[in-house]
């Protein structure tokens, strides 16, 4: 027998009978089940040798808490584990189809204060129990159906769809905040644009909001209640693609710039496609985008204004176009061959070399041949044939 609290039979006033037939109730409460433990939910009323008083025993093994001592962590979990086995009471009492029963049954779940909650066992083989069942003392705030009440704080999920406040499209991939009953917690939107809280106190106040928007404008509020359909709406975001172009629209991979927005500074370069995208920007957003220069000034500086809806945002480098160098200045190199009388010989072959490369060429009637357009310095070797 594992007593959970005792009671003087002084202090009771009943609501189901008298000590004497307190625990006939309680065999018959247990009867009721023979296939199922869901009456264990019920301390049982065992009135002691003295007759002055009930002890109120459980036949689940372990130590007892009063649910008005445990931490707020605790009194959490004892919710959810009393609403289990109490939904499973319930479910058991509706098979039997007989309001006699339920009616019954109905008038055992009175409990005076949460002080008749107690938690048994200890970790994963925890179980809730009630005591004074079907009783109501005789002190102020004693009310009937508290248990009822309680059960009611029930915890259930709240599915949120996430759109962007403009034209209401899913918004994936987005950070809202929430407090649910002052209490606050953030959450990210999955790929459709949807949010799951679990376990949600039925009739929460929950609030929520972007969270890029620290002035709280897209605040929202909503009450949590069964199979709801809520909707939060968020500021525009998307992903800034500016291309970086020449003056002659060449793209310009390689292409660094720092961007000013939202309070940050980013540097970014541009890829081969000359392409550089800011993700997850919030739509009206002022861009700033400059190079730094040499002695440390802002140069090519570009303001934007983030339109999510604008496909493309360019910036347009100068580049300064180097022309080639001139080709050097070149000569025409005539030579003259005679024999050893001075006589110019006509037809004559010179083989000329300059420049890793060798030419042939023939003296005319008066003895010259000509090598166009050599540049100026260049060594020519030339041999005439004899």
Known sequence: MNIVSTKEISDIRYLLGS?????????QIRAT??????????????????????????????NAVCYSRLSDEDKSNAQDILSKEMGALVNAVKKFDDNTIV????????????????????????????????FVPDTPGAEKGLLIKFLNIRKIPMKFKVVYNDDLTSAPFEDVLFEVDGKPMSAKSDANGEITLEKIKENAFVKAWDALDSEKTTLQTFTCYP???????????????????????????????MFEFDGQ????????????????????????????????????VNTFIYDRKTGWYKIVLPVVTVAPPPPPATHNMRFKVVDEKNNVIKSAEITVKYDGKTETLWTDADGYAELKDVPIGTVVEAKAKK
């Open 19 to 27: 000590s004497v037939t307190a625990p006939n109730m309680y065999r």
């Open 33 to 62: 089940f023979p296939d199922s433990n869901v009456y264990m939910i019920f301390a049982e009323p065992i009135v002691l040798e003295d007759g002055r008083k009930i002890a109120w025993s459980s036949s689940y093994p372990g």
């Open 103 to 134: 009616d019954f049954i109905n008038n055992c779940m009175e409990i005076p204060t949460l002080d008749d909650v107690y938690v048994v066992g200890s970790g994963a083989d925890r179980h809730v129990v009630i005591t004074e069942w079907g």
């Open 227 to 257: 199979d709801g359909n809520y909707t939060i709406k968020v500021i525009p975001k998307g992903d800034m693609k500016i291309k970086v172009v020449d003056q002659n629209d060449n793209v310009q991979p390689e292409a660094r710039f």
């Open 265 to 300: 500074s980013v540097s970014m370069t541009s890829n081969s496609d000359g392409v550089i995208t800011i993700e997850h920007l919030r739509n009206g957003t002022k861009v700033e985008a400059y190079q730094t220069g040499e002695a440390g000034t802002s140069e090519n």
